[in-house]
């Protein structure tokens, strides 16, 4: 790019206010919408909006525009997505016709950008139905006139990112991959028997070496074909990484996840990037938070997490919808109300199969008014939703539950629910939201649950709760995890994005 005078190339741009407002309201295409209430619908388009022209752009402006436009890979884009090559040749030009069109180029492809890094990539109508989360309308127009006429460009620009650490922290994760790519990846470690400590003399063990360093620069490479305890440990931070029980053997589990390629995990980094835009550009501070990938739950209480328990979250085929609401009561003892679909797939033919089976489980049939029926299982020891269920608004019919279920916590891989979230500690959680209130203390939870009555406790404040997929975070130790993508719904994430570009068939 060549140097311009900044007196000359700004004389060179001064445009009516009417071309340069043009040039702002065209750019302006709608936004993915969010709707106040999550619904797996397509949303409406928003008209854009015309704003007052902002002054000519200075050359200095223009060139901070252009430096963020090619820094777009960054945040994930493609080298050239968001190129000002051609606009910036013409701003070079003597035409002033010419100057114009490029003005208006840049215009446009900084609207353009701004959307992305912003709010996305998809349209409305690209959005799964189980995704529930949905980017709020967004339309860059308005900020970027202001920014110009106060002279804080830069600001501007540097808030149009999602404002959190995760963002910021698996920005910097794509810069370590990409790397890794670069220098061509790493070398797919051999199928065969397990291999554990004190294992010596198999070629796997330098190539398992080989391949752990390649992500964790704490590895001093030997080449000694001996499975010491330094390797034992690696693996297990790596088996730590992945989610998987960390038990230091190199069993199908860890050889599988350690053989993904780097190309998939830089897409799983790049979906989370995406789903990052998804969120208010503010979290509320008292919050409850739930990996669905990796069936976690934490609450947070002013930002800082006070509570985190294991989950069981959807297996696939019926997965846990990412969403947010916000949890207005506590019921205390609840009956199921079984949904249909499960009644007709599941409990009917164990009825048919063993007579008197759904009696023998608390279930009753309770006619609907239409000549139907519904069955409900009551409360009590044989609950399916145990003792505590949590109610939130949401098209799905999900809610966190309790359950008499309680062998899968132990287990590392937790996705086998219908949809809802089970919590491995619900009463806690009830006592926590429920904490300061006159009426229910501590101790008339536990007397009230002791009864077996299903009673509703009201939330003072409601809680606000967020059903989230992260399958690629970053640690405090500066270590990306990964997650298994048990929904596909990383794969599908970036298919999406692909054919949504420009050009795409």
């Given at each position: 790019m060549c140097v311009r005078d900044p007196l000359t190339v700004t004389k060179s741009l001064k445009v009516t206010t009417a071309l340069l407002g043009a040039a702002l309201w065209m750019s302006a295409a709608p936004a993915v919408q969010a709707q106040a209430q999550v619904r797996p619908v397509r949303a409406p388009q928003q008209a854009p909006t015309q704003v007052p022209a902002p002054p000519a752009l200075r050359a200095d402006q223009i060139d901070l525009l252009a430096k963020a436009l090619n820094d777009a890979p960054a945040h994930g884009f493609d080298p050239g997505a968001f190129a000002p090559d051609r606009a910036l040749a013409l701003l070079d030009s003597r035409s002033g016709a010419d100057r114009q069109a490029g003005l208006n180029q840049l215009v446009a492809l900084t609207?353009?950008?701004?959307?992305?890094?912003?709010?996305?990539?998809?349209?409305?109508?690209?959005?799964?139905?189980?995704?529930?989360?949905?980017?709020?309308?967004?339309?860059?127009?308005?900020?970027?006139?202001?920014?110009?006429?106060?002279?804080?460009?830069?600001?501007?620009?540097?808030?149009?990112?999602?404002?959190?650490?995760?963002?910021?922290?698996?920005?910097?994760?794509?810069?370590?991959?990409?790397?890794?790519?670069?220098?061509?990846?790493?070398?797919?470690?051999?199928?065969?028997?397990?291999?554990?400590?004190?294992?010596?003399?198999d070629a796997r063990i330098v190539q398992l070496e080989a391949r752990l360093a390649v992500e964790d620069p704490t590895i001093a490479v030997d080449g000694v074909a001996v499975f010491d305890e330094a390797l034992q440990q690696a693996l297990m931070r790596a088996q730590k990484r992945f989610g998987l029980n960390p038990d230091g053997v190199l069993g199908k589990g860890t050889l599988t996840a350690l053989n993904v390629p780097v190309q998939l995990r830089i897409d799983q980094i790049l979906a989370n990037m995406e789903r990052w835009r998804w969120l208010p550009q503010e979290l509320p501070a008292d919050r409850i938070q739930v990996n669905i990938a990796a069936a976690v739950m934490s609450v947070f209480h002013h930002d800082a997490p006070t509570l985190t328990m294991r989950a069981v979250t959807g297996r696939p085929g019926d997965e846990t919808p990412m969403l947010q609401s916000q949890i207005h009561s506590i019921v205390l003892n609840p009956p199921w109300n079984v949904p249909s679909s499960i009644a007709t797939k599941e409990l009917w033919p164990k009825e048919r199969a063993n007579p008197g089976y759904l009696a023998r489980n608390d279930f009753i049939v309770i006619p609907t008014g239409d000549g139907g029926s519904r069955l409900q299982q009551k409360a009590g020891d044989k609950a399916a939703l145990g003792v505590v269920k949590f109610d939130f608004n949401n098209p799905y019919g999900v809610y966190l539950h309790d359950t008499p279920s309680r062998a899968k916590f132990a287990s590392y891989s937790r996705l086998a629910s219908h949809g809802c979230v089970r919590l491995e500690k619900p009463i806690p959680l009830a006592k926590q939201l429920l904490n300061g209130s006159a009426e229910w203390t501590p101790e008339n939870v536990d007397s009230t649950i002791a009864s077996g009555k299903t009673v509703r406790a009201q939330l003072a404040q409601p809680m606000a709760v967020f059903l989230l997929y992260w399958t690629a975070y970053v640690t405090p130790d500066g270590q990306v995890n990964f997650r298994d993508d048990p929904y596909g719904w990383d794969r599908t994430l970036v298919q999406r994005i692909a054919a949504s570009k420009p050009g795409s068939a």
């Open positions: 609207m353009r950008y701004a959307r992305a890094v912003h709010s996305g990539r998809l349209a409305a109508a690209d959005f799964d139905a189980n995704w529930g989360l949905r980017p709020a309308p967004y339309d860059p127009a308005p900020g970027f006139a202001a920014a110009l006429q106060s002279d804080r460009l830069a600001a501007w620009l540097e808030d149009l990112s999602p404002p959190y650490t995760g963002y910021q922290t698996l920005q910097k994760g794509l810069v370590t991959y990409r790397d890794i790519a670069a220098r061509g990846g790493w070398a797919v470690v051999p199928e065969g028997a397990p291999l554990k400590l004190g294992d010596k003399g």
